[in-house]
């Protein structure tokens, strides 16, 4: 060996010593957490797809899994880290590791070390083989309303305070030995009546049985005047099985030490389940539908590529039932829509677009109505959903506010936490909702994304999609000369100017549009609650409102029409 031969060996092996003797980078050390999560046979025998979850708090109660997501619409702040599955048999481990994504701490090995009360989940995935030859693994709703934590059949651990060291190497074991056991349905009473069933054009659209619901709130004498038929005020809105509007027969006051908001909510209750068994409120049935998607809680009712047919579900197969067994006026001046948030979205669509099917809507606070306005994101014209860029400067775009204009979230925080929730569209929550149902499929079978979840890029060409399909202002203005004579009138919107989402400036282009109509004039309104934040409903209590649209009915009822059914001043 040559003296230059015996010093490079020597150079190399200093070298190999120094990476070795090295201490771990931040990103190395992260990688080396990691929980191990399996289910035991006895709780599942069969192999399972889906996502696993660990969640981490520093308080006990309520359970972890019972401490992280969303809670009224807004985004807590309880870390959790997810990984999908796939075909994960009993006893063997899934891996959520330093590197595993998660919300509102990025990654797994950035949590700081300490002490944490720790619990494990695993959100289990359906194989749905569509009509359309796609092949899609999602969560499919078991009448819980997409709402992993208490979805029945997904798996959980017991919670445990555990030490947590991204730096440390030893493997901390979590085993999911807890099934959800299934929903129980309330029984029906006197007043509510409950219903469910396949759904033919569903269920063959998603290749394996889909249920539709709905619960129904009889008027006052239901049973004694057996030969009255009903209005009817369909209020769309998220998966519930509670009655329509709160309704309790016998209502009760707030506990004892409830929040202002509680407090609000019972006393709304109480006065709306007073006036509905009172003899001189309008005799109406008040209906709810339950119509959960792989995707969300709700199906936003409108036929689409990734949904599936549910406007033709609502309208041929849920509608007509309980026509038929309800006593339903089946005429569209009986059919009159309500709804908040989703619902109101919901309620002008299904205006919109079947505007023969229905005689009216009053919507509070619709999601985006025209998508200059997606929320704040203007996908038309931007590049960006999570940031506007001006040279040097990139400034965060916000996602949530109070009415004074403090931001609560942003939207690439948003955006994380859907990550974090699920891959592929699949986090069952608001904006991949928005986008399966507004936007085109793609070649996998899951929604085209209108901007990338990572970066916020926004594809212009899902854009135009979304314009021509969706976009309801958009829509309108196509196609006012058709559909205008059919609708003049029909519609009324009630917003917060201050809407929590920013929801209040789509409504205004909406406003500044049908303004300008003509053959016919569009004869609605809109009505603004200054300062008013998300959902502001207009200046009238619910059985206020209920009155209105029981007025509306009796006014655009066709004039050779009985009127049974409607009450304006009777003695109890």
Same mark, same amino acid.
């Given at each position: 060996?040559?003296?230059?031969?015996?010093?490079?060996?020597?150079?190399?092996?200093?070298?190999?010593?120094?990476?070795?003797?090295?201490?771990?980078?931040?990103?190395?050390?992260?990688?080396?957490?990691?929980?191990?999560?399996?289910?035991?046979?006895?709780?599942?025998?069969?192999?399972?797809?889906?996502?696993?979850?660990?969640?981490?708090?520093?308080?006990?109660?309520?359970?972890?899994?019972?401490?992280?997501?969303?809670?009224?619409?807004?985004?807590?702040?309880?870390?959790?880290?997810?990984?999908?599955?796939?075909?994960?048999?009993?006893?063997?481990?899934?891996?959520?590791?330093?590197?595993?994504?998660?919300?509102?701490?990025?990654?797994?090995?950035?949590?700081?070390?300490?002490?944490?009360?720790?619990?494990?989940?695993?959100?289990?995935?359906?194989?749905?083989?569509?009509?359309?030859?796609?092949?899609?693994?999602?969560?499919?709703?078991?009448?819980?309303?997409?709402?992993?934590?208490?979805?029945?059949?997904?798996?959980?651990?017991?919670?445990?305070?555990?030490?947590?060291?991204?730096?440390?190497?030893?493997?901390?074991?979590?085993?999911?030995?807890?099934?959800?056991?299934?929903?129980?349905?309330?029984?029906?009473?006197?007043?509510?009546?409950?219903?469910?069933?396949?759904?033919?054009?569903?269920?063959?659209?998603?290749?394996?049985?889909?249920?539709?619901?709905?619960?129904?709130?009889?008027?006052?004498?239901?049973?004694?005047?057996?030969?009255?038929?009903?209005?009817?005020?369909?209020?769309?809105?998220?998966?519930?099985?509670?009655?329509?509007?709160?309704?309790?027969?016998?209502?009760?006051?707030?506990?004892?030490?409830?929040?202002?908001?509680?407090?609000?909510?019972?006393?709304?209750?109480?006065?709306?389940?007073?006036?509905?068994?009172?003899?001189?409120?309008?005799?109406?049935?008040?209906?709810?539908?339950?119509?959960?998607?792989?995707?969300?809680?709700?199906?936003?009712?409108?036929?689409?590529?990734?949904?599936?047919?549910?406007?033709?579900?609502?309208?041929?197969?849920?509608?007509? @039932? &309980?026509?038929?067994?309800? #006593?339903?006026? /089946?005429? %569209?001046?009986? $059919?009159?829509?309500? +709804?908040?948030?989703?619902?109101?979205?919901?309620?002008?669509?299904?205006?919109?677009?079947?505007?023969?099917?229905?005689?009216?809507?009053?919507?509070?606070?619709?999601?985006?109505?025209?998508?200059?306005?997606?929320?704040?994101?203007?996908?038309?014209?931007?590049?960006?959903?999570? @940031? &506007?860029?001006?040279?040097? #400067?990139?400034? /965060?775009? %916000?996602?949530? $506010?109070?009415?004074? +204009?403090?931001?609560?979230?942003?939207?690439?925080?948003?955006?994380?936490?859907?990550?974090?929730?699920?891959?592929?569209?699949?986090?069952?929550?608001?904006?991949?909702?928005?986008?399966?149902?507004?936007?085109?499929?793609?070649?996998?079978?899951?929604?085209?994304?209108?901007?990338?979840?990572?970066?916020?890029?926004?594809?212009?060409?899902?854009?135009?999609?979304?314009?021509?399909?969706?976009?309801?202002?958009?829509?309108?203005?196509?196609?006012?000369?058709?559909?205008?004579?059919?609708?003049?009138?029909?519609?009324?919107?009630?917003?917060?100017?201050?809407?929590?989402?920013?929801?209040?400036?789509?409504?205004?282009?909406?406003?500044?549009?049908?303004?300008?109509?003509?053959?016919?004039?569009?004869?609605?309104?809109?009505?603004?609650?200054?300062?008013?934040?998300?959902?502001?409903?207009?200046?009238?209590?619910?059985?206020?409102?209920?009155?209105?649209?029981?007025?509306?009915?009796?006014?655009?009822?066709?004039?050779?029409?009985?009127?049974?059914?409607?009450?304006?001043?009777?003695?109890?």
């Amino acid at each position: 060996m040559t003296r230059s031969c015996a010093m490079l060996k020597t150079i190399r092996l200093l070298s190999l010593a120094l990476v070795v003797c090295s201490p771990l980078s931040a990103e190395q050390a992260a990688a080396k957490l990691r929980f191990e999560l399996q289910f035991p046979s006895s709780v599942r025998n069969e192999a399972a797809d889906g996502r696993v979850y660990v969640i981490l708090t520093r308080k006990a109660e309520p359970e972890p899994r019972l401490q992280f997501g969303k809670s009224g619409g807004q985004y807590r702040s309880t870390p959790f880290f997810g990984e999908d599955v796939d075909g994960l048999k009993p006893g063997q481990n899934a891996v959520v590791g330093g590197n595993s994504f998660g919300y509102p701490v990025e990654r797994l090995g950035d949590l700081p070390a300490g002490d944490y009360y720790v619990q494990g989940m695993l959100n289990v995935y359906t194989t749905f083989h569509r009509a359309d030859g796609h092949v899609l693994k999602m969560h499919m709703d078991q009448w819980e309303g997409q709402n992993p934590p208490i979805s029945p059949g997904n798996l959980y651990s017991d919670p445990k305070k555990i030490h947590v060291d991204p730096a440390s190497s030893e493997p901390i074991r979590i085993v999911l030995d807890h099934k959800i056991p299934p929903i129980e349905m309330a029984k029906d009473t006197q007043w509510v009546k409950r219903i469910r069933f396949e759904s033919p054009l569903l269920s063959k659209f998603w290749g394996r049985p889909i249920l539709i619901g709905a619960t129904i709130l009889l008027p006052k004498d239901y049973d004694r005047d057996s030969g009255v038929q009903y209005p009817v005020n369909y209020e769309q809105g998220h998966f519930t099985l509670d009655a329509p509007g709160g309704f309790v027969e016998n209502p009760a006051p707030a506990r004892a030490g409830a929040s202002d908001r509680e407090k609000t909510r019972a006393l709304r209750q109480q006065e709306l389940s007073k006036a509905w068994q009172s003899g001189d409120y309008p005799r109406m049935l008040f209906v709810t539908f339950q119509h959960p998607t792989p995707y969300y809680d709700d199906s936003y009712a409108i036929d689409t590529p990734n949904m599936g047919p549910y406007g033709q579900a609502i309208t041929q197969e849920l509608i007509p @039932y &309980i026509e038929k067994h309800f #006593r339903a006026i /089946p005429k %569209p001046w009986a $059919r009159i829509l309500s +709804g908040g948030s989703t619902g109101g979205w919901e309620s002008l669509a299904l205006q919109i677009f079947y505007p023969d099917y229905f005689g009216g809507t009053f919507s509070a606070c619709p999601d985006p109505v025209d998508f200059h306005y997606f929320e704040i994101v203007n996908i038309y014209d931007w590049d960006s959903a999570c @940031y &506007i860029k001006d040279d040097w #400067r990139k400034t /965060p775009i %916000p996602g949530e $506010r109070q009415p004074d +204009g403090l931001i609560l979230s942003t939207m690439r925080e948003q955006l994380k936490y859907e990550q974090a929730m699920g891959t592929g569209g699949r986090s069952g929550e608001d904006w991949d909702c928005w986008q399966a149902v507004y936007g085109p499929m793609g070649d996998d079978g899951y929604f085209k994304p209108v901007f990338n979840p990572a970066t916020g890029a926004i594809d212009h060409g899902v854009a135009a999609y979304w314009k021509e399909h969706t976009d309801l202002n958009a829509y309108l203005q196509r196609n006012w000369k058709t559909i205008g004579p059919k609708l003049a009138g029909k519609i009324h919107i009630w917003t917060g100017d201050a809407d929590t989402y920013f929801l209040n400036d789509a409504v205004h282009l909406l406003d500044d549009y049908l303004r300008t109509t003509t053959e016919p004039p569009w004869g609605g309104s809109i009505t603004y609650g200054p300062m008013q934040p998300h959902c502001w409903s207009g200046p009238l209590a619910l059985e206020d409102r209920i009155k209105l649209m029981a007025s509306y009915v009796a006014a655009t009822a066709p004039r050779n029409v009985d009127r049974p059914w409607w009450r304006d001043s009777a003695p109890e």
